[in-house]
Nanobody, 123 residues
Framework: QVQLVESGGGLVQAGGSLRLSCAASGRSTYAMAWFRQASGKERELVAAASWSGGITYYADSVKGRFTISRDNANKTVDLQMNSLKPEDTAVYYC??????????????????WGQGTQVTVSS
């Protein structure tokens, strides 16, 4: 089993930065990712990283602003979010998977989920 706990959410002004962290317990998985779900919208894959971190995926809406990084020794995956916009406001979820493919096409097949952390960007 894999348990995921997120931290680092909060309120920030537009143009600011936040860093989300996710700590995993249990065994390690191939893919780790961050999803988000804004009020009234479907959950979307924001960023994902393969085991080594050498393969990553970013949604078009966050490319150049967000960076995903993972530390397998400490079983953590972080999401550095810069130049935040009001449309980035959402609950952000950490996720892990043995089966999801990390590549150019988003793969939503994640089995393990954190409880979510709120990110609010004010204009």
């Amino acid at each position: 089993q894999v348990q995921l706990v997120e931290s680092g959410g909060g309120l920030v002004q537009a143009g600011g930065s936040l860093r989300l962290s996710c700590a995993a317990s249990g065994r390690s998985t191939y893919a780790m990712a961050w999803f988000r779900q804004a009020s009234g919208k479907e959950r979307e894959l924001v960023a994902a990283a393969s085991w080594s971190g050498g393969i990553t995926y970013y949604a078009d809406s966050v490319k150049g602003r967000f960076t995903i990084s993972r530390d397998n020794a400490n079983k953590t995956v972080d999401l550095q979010m810069n130049s935040l916009k009001p449309e980035d406001t959402a609950v952000y979820y950490c996720a892990a998977s043995d089966d999801a493919v990390v590549g150019a096409i988003p793969d939503p097949r994640y089995e393990y989920w954190g409880q979510g952390t709120q990110v609010t960007v004010s204009s």
